[in-house]
């Protein structure tokens, strides 16, 4: 097949199956037939994803793959192009794994509207892939704008009882949002415009072309993102509209809003926001680091009040982002920090939707989440509290497990992250938030699965409730059940495990990504650690090597009638640096770099 | 050849028109029930060959050097002359039909057909076209005059009601006022140039020295301000409420695209006498302070509506808002040096080229909007299972109409995405181009009070469609079985989806094309040249 073909079938899959639900075939409506056709053409588009990392060359992680482009609006320059890579291609894994599970598990709750509801249910599936394969930056909004509208139907249609402000208000914060995001964008391609003579929307031309906007400008457009991207990650306190979107939304509408469309807003600041507006994204560093560690305490704390189940996840889910978000702006040297970001995205998306996958199943049996009317479920459900501890210690943190990968690399991203970006003390608050999310998980998990046996005042007492679970018949849970839940348990310690693919693909693409804003932060702060480049060159000229400079020893020579000590100081200014030969110069490096220091701080 | 003689031969679609307006008076009136029934169809059919005599009859040199605006308009203008009638087709009959019970008793279907209904109807639409035709100022007036007067006896007579009266005299008497207005701007513009004809007037205004004169100026500010009332631009967009809430659903649809369409082509002509390089700074003000305002206007008091009419009326204004914008940016003469097509991102920039693609999306969305308004119908007093329009729709009469008429409920939702400007419908793709255009032109804060602007619509627009789908049916609420109706509604809908994706181009290039002199295509020819040397030299 040609390589152009399979990552389109991915994005077209999904909306071919939404088709197909239209087509006027009375028994689609009914509620078997509806879920089995759902349950059948999600797990296709899974086969699909398998396809499409088989083909992904994986040696070449940071280079767009399997691209194709059709034409969109020529005449603005608007095409729609998509590929992966090493980033990408996991994300979109995680929305085609998580929509059968999320099927899988939307049996019971679901029970009107089948049509409907599965949907826009694949709509969503589409609009995701759309957004992370999209390279082109008009695509890529458009995809993240109509995903509000099926998030906006299954809330509103098949949400709880306070279904309608919960759709209201996550349509108009997010929706606000957006349209900051596509005057930022419009700009862009304006200033793209201005510096070529060409109108084109592809994210690569557009950070070329934006990198030269001047500091006020970037900063400007930068707001407009963030305007955007903070929202929907979201970033306290921007967060507002999550709990009330997750709490009213039905178990399959959480599960794709926690682990799907949440990381659309770090995925956004990622490739395109960050390489965009490197030096403003250098000035907002700090700051927006402060608001994620404050977003990090702040509702670890407020998770610890809680008493509705699935709330306390959601407000999980604001506090795990706020790590997002650290490792994100933390532009440490070895790019530590935003690789484990992007890991993070998968690990929360998995642990946070099993949990409410869990959640889910209770609120299905007796119709309650409140933490205070339940209790010891460990006895009855012996199998449902496993996975639910599992999942909370994944999402807690516990090594071993997915969560911890992400934590820890974060943080340390952060503590290594450049002096005047983030640093130690960061790290040290974030850390404060691990303890925290501790407390309320394992809060939660006592209060649910131990001590003893307390069932919901208007559940039919003792007898009916093990009747009940009797019939399912996997210590607690039926197959369907175990279904849902065990392929994200075994996802969850498999990455948590074994995270050095993942790691891998994606630090190339994160690489060049951050590449030009540690540029910025060694011009703002004079870093040298963040900024020498070395490139080795043999007699003919040909690249032999490319090293980012830390504390290496490369060995090089000067030649002769080169000013070394100007070239290495220029070097920290502008970022690369090349010799030939088998010379250690990295004392010499080391000695400029100090100088260098010195004259900046004498300048300051 | 004659120059009229020449002019003449332009104006076909416009004479086919007339002709089938007096027809339909003819076949309205006539004493066979088959005859008058037919009436409609006389309409249709008149507009569909005039569609035809518009894409044969020869494109005329345009004195501003808007080479396609003429036949784009014509075109705009019949594409939703045509829906517009599905819409209103049967308006006179439920007019008879909705009497009161001692005249239903007497009902007689024959009665019904009203010719002089579809023949104001075609009139209109003929203003529009010669509108877009216009070459001089007398013939702009009274081309605008010819949209306009039919349409008072349109809203007179949609309806039964009394309040369809006082809206017709509303809409009258402040036509009147803003055509005295922009009559006294042309008289001006007149007296500072000394030629009435658009070619004359734009070289005596080069001519001038240091830019135009303050005498020009203010005839174009007055020109300006007495067509704003044509598209219900702040400040003269007070009756546009008003007059939409007291005509009949269909004519409603009709009064918030055609007379806009009009007031837009002219708006264009007038401010193409001076130009865009640059447009001189007091009109730029005025323009970028009627649209600022305009779009804030409309949006922030649909927001507060509770009658559907008139949150769809202050949301047309709103949408005015959002097209002055683009007219305000307007284009260069580099920009639109060559033809659109073939060259990537050739369109983008271009203002007024963006302005006709919105009145397309816009129209779209609307005339959707309306046709489903149009469908709600509420119980009638006296006549057993008869049914009548409501006086007010209100959010409370289309809530869950998705449980019963999941069609409407689809249409509704399209139009309303479109109106908010979501990807990938036409609204979006229109915005781009609106917002792109004020980017390049320099009025950076125009962009951004558009996206404020659009944020603020996304309130109402999206409270209808939720309304729509989410809320609690109203039982007390009939739905018109019109299939002409619903499948207007569902074109519009095709419509959004279209132009949002590849279908889009097409448009685009005529909209950009309308605007590129037509010195153009010899450029363009020019063109080709390397490729054939580099066949040669690969040879």
């Known amino acids: 097949m040609d390589p152009a073909w399979i990552i389109s079938l991915q994005l077209y899959l999904p909306v071919l199956f939404a088709a197909g639900l239209l087509l006027p075939i009375p028994a689609l409506s009914e509620r078997k037939v509806a879920w089995i056709y759902s349950a059948t053409t999600s797990c296709i588009s899974l086969l699909m994803t398998c396809v499409v990392f088989w083909a992904f060359d994986w040696s070449q992680p940071h280079v767009m793959q399997l691209s194709a482009e059709v034409p969109w609006l020529p005449q ?65 909004y458009a995809c993240f704008e109509f995903s509000l509208i099926p998030l906006l139907f299954l809330i509103g249609m098949f949400g709880h009882k306070n279904k309608l402000k919960a759709a209201k208000v996550y349509f108009y914060y997010s929706f606000t949002g957006s349209v900051f995001l596509l005057a930022g964008i419009l700009y862009v391609a304006w200033f793209h415009f201005n510096q070529t003579g060409e109108w084109n929307f592809e994210i690569v031309a557009l950070i070329e072309s934006g990198q030269a906007m001047s500091v006020t400008e970037q900063c400007w457009v930068l707001a407009s993102f963030l305007a955007a991207f903070a929202i ?11 709990p009330l979107a997750h709490t009213e939304a039905p178990t399959a509408g959480s599960v794709d809003l926690a682990g799907l469309v949440l990381k659309l807003g770090p995925y956004g600041l990622l490739r395109i926001a960050i390489p965009l507006a490197p030096a403003a994204a250098a000035l907002f560093a700090p700051y927006l680091g402060v608001f994620a560690v404050l977003g990090v305490i702040v509702t670890a704390l407020i998770c610890w009040v809680q008493t509705d189940a699935k709330k306390l996840i959601a407000y999980s889910s604001v506090s795990h982002m706020g790590f997002v978000m650290l490792g994100l702006f933390a532009f440490d040297g070895g790019d530590i920090g935003a690789t484990g970001a992007m890991y993070y995205l998968i690990a929360h998306g998995l642990a946070s939707g099993g949990l409410f996958l869990c959640l889910g199943m209770l609120y299905d049996r007796f119709h309650t989440r409140d933490l205070r009317e339940m209790g010891g479920l460990a006895k009855e459900m012996p199998m449902w509290s496993f996975f639910f501890i599992l999942f909370a210690l994944a999402a807690v943190g516990l090594p071993g497990l997915n969560g911890f990968v992400g934590e820890f690399l974060t943080m340390m991203g952060t503590a290594n992250s450049p002096d005047g970006v983030l640093g130690w003390s960061f790290a040290v608050a974030a850390a404060s938030g691990v303890i925290l999310a501790a407390i309320y998980m394992l809060y939660c998990v006592g209060r649910l699965c131990f001590g003893p046996l307390k069932l919901p005042e208007y559940v039919p007492q003792k007898e009916v409730f093990e009747a009940a679970i009797s019939k399912r018949t996997f210590h607690g849970m039926s197959r369907r059940e175990v279904m849902t839940v065990g392929p994200i348990s075994v996802a969850c310690v498999v990455l948590g495990l074994y995270p050095t693919p993942m790691l891998s693909s994606m630090e190339p693409v994160v690489q060049a990504n951050t590449a030009a804003v540690k540029a910025e932060i060694a011009k703002l702060h004079g870093s040298p650690e963040a900024e020498v480049e070395v490139a080795e060159f043999d007699t003919s000229g040909m690249e032999v090597s490319k090293q980012r400079l830390y504390n290496m020893d490369l060995m090089v020579e000067p030649i002769a009638g080169r000013d070394v000590r100007a070239e290495i100081k220029q070097a920290f200014g502008t970022g690369s640096i090349s010799y030939s030969g088998s010379a250690d110069i990295s004392g010499l490096i080391a000695e400029v770099a100090a100088e260098y220091q010195a004259e900046r701080e004498a300048a300051q | 050849m004659n120059p009229f003689l020449d002019k003449l031969a332009t104006l076909w679609p416009e004479m086919i028109m007339l002709t089938g307006a007096v027809l339909c008076l003819v076949t309205g009136l006539a004493p066979q029930v088959a005859w008058r029934k037919a009436t409609p169809w006389v309409a249709g059919i008149t507009m569909a060959v005039a569609w035809i005599a518009t894409l044969l009859s020869p494109v005329e040199t345009h004195p501003l050097g ?26 006179p009959e439920r007019l008879r039909q909705s009497l009161s019970s001692e005249s239903a008793a007497k009902f007689n279907p024959g009665d019904a057909v009203r010719g002089e209904f579809y023949s104001f109807f075609l009139l209109s639409i003929t203003g529009v076209m010669l509108t877009a035709g216009a070459t001089d100022l007398v013939w702009l007036f009274l081309a605008l005059e010819l949209t306009s007067l039919p349409t008072y006896v349109m809203i007179a007579t949609s309806r039964d009601r009394l309040a369809a009266q006082e809206s017709a005299i509303k809409y009258f008497f402040l036509g009147a006022l803003s055509a005295a207005v922009f009559l006294y701007g042309f008289a001006l513009i007149y007296g500072a140039t000394g030629f009435t004809e658009f070619g004359q007037i734009a070289e005596a205004v080069a001519a001038m020295e240091g830019g135009p004169s303050s005498l020009m100026i203010l005839g174009m500010v007055l020109a300006i301000l007495g067509l704003c009332f044509k598209i219900a631009a702040v400040p003269m967009h007070v009756y546009a ?20 369409t009009a007031g837009f082509a002219a708006l264009i002509l007038v401010i193409g006498l001076v130009g ?8 730029a003000y005025l323009l970028v302070g009627i649209a600022v305002l305009t779009m804030t206007v409309g949006n922030v008091l649909a927001f507060i509506q509770t009658n559907l009419k008139r949150v769809l009326a202050y949301s047309s204004i709103a949408h005015s808002g959002y097209l002055l914008a ?5 284009f260069t003469t580099e920009n639109v040096a060559t033809s659109s097509e073939n060259v990537v ?7 007024v080229s963006a302005v006709l693609f919105y009145l397309l999306a816009y129209g779209m969305a609307t005339v959707g909007s309306f046709a489903v308004l149009a469908c709600i119908r509420a119980k009638h007093p006296t006549i057993e299972g008869g049914d009548t329009e409501h006086d007010t729709i209100t959010y409370d009469d289309i809530a869950g109409i998705w449980w019963k008429n999941p069609v409407l409920a689809g249409i509704m939702l399209v139009a309303m ?34 996206v404020i602007n659009s944020a603020i619509s996304a309130g109402y627009y999206l409270r209808i469609a939720m309304t729509c789908f989410f809320g609690q049916t109203n039982e007390k609420v009939h739905y018109l079985k019109a299939p002409t109706l619903t499948v207007s509604a569902a074109i519009t809908t095709a419509a959004a989806f279209a132009l949002g994706g590849y279908a889009a181009n097409g448009i685009i290039i005529k909209s950009h094309d309308a605007v590129v002199p037509q010195s153009a295509p010899a450029e363009a020819q020019v063109e080709p040249q390397p490729s054939l040397e580099e066949s040669r030299s690969d040879a």
Not at chain 1, 232 to 242: A, N, S, Y
Not at chain 2, 66 to 91: D, H, S, T
Not at chain 2, 345 to 351: D, F, K, L, R, V
Not at chain 2, 420 to 436: D, E, H, N, Q, T
């Open chain 1, 76 to 140: 603005f320059g608007l095409t729609f192009q998509f590929g992966v890579d090493g980033v990408s291609i996991w994300l979109v894994g995680l929305a085609t794994f998580l929509m059968p599970v999320v099927v899988l598990g939307s049996l019971l709750e679901v029970d009107h509207d089948m049509r409907a509801f599965h949907f826009w249910l694949h709509i969503l599936e589409a609009c995701l892939i759309g957004t992370f394969i999209a390279r082109d930056v008009l695509m890529f």
């Open chain 1, 232 to 242: 929907k990650t979201p970033m306290w306190p921007f967060h507002t509209w999550l």
């Open chain 2, 66 to 91: 808007f080479g396609g605006i003429v036949p784009y308009v014509k075109c705009l203008a019949l594409a939703m002359g045509l829906l517009l009638l599905m819409v209103n087709v049967g308006v």
């Open chain 2, 241 to 260: 409420a008003d007059v939409y809430e007291g005509a009949a659903t269909p004519v409603t649809a009709f009064l918030a695209v055609v007379p806009k």
């Open chain 2, 276 to 283: 865009w390089n640059p447009l001189p700074e007091p009109i």
């Open chain 2, 326 to 330: 683009g007219l305000v940016a307007g």
């Open chain 2, 345 to 351: 991102g050739g369109a983008m920039g271009n203002g």
């Open chain 2, 417 to 450: 995405l479109s109106l908010v400007g979501m990807p990938p419908l036409a609204g979006f793709v229109g915005k781009v181009y609106l917002i792109g255009s004020t980017f390049t032109a320099g009025y950076t804060i125009l962009a951004i009070v558009i």
